[in-house]
């Protein structure tokens, strides 16, 4: 979880681009997934994708696609 917690920093900050860590075709269909569900939580994106997608790819993607939160 360390690890995945400085990967979303980075992908936040644009140090780290997104198609580095989840597939282009992936990261489309993560999208449309959170333009109908919203990025609050991951499970209802989840549940429209399937298990071809992990939790871990759906966080690199809202990552990549919203502002940081602040502390």
């Known amino acids: ?8 920093e980075y992908l936040h900050t644009g140090e780290i681009d997104v198609t580095r860590l989840v597939n282009e075709k992936k990261i489309q ?4 997934a959170i333009a109908k569900a919203g ?7 989840k549940e429209l994708l399937g298990d071809r997608y992990s939790y871990n790819e ?14």
């Open 1 to 8: 979880s360390t690890v995945e917690g400085h990967l979303v």
């Open 58 to 71: 759906i966080k690199f993607v809202i990552a990549s696609v919203t502002e940081p939160r602040t502390k």
């Open 39 to 45: 990025t609050d939580k991951l499970t209802p994106i």
């Open 29 to 32: 269909h993560i999208k449309e």
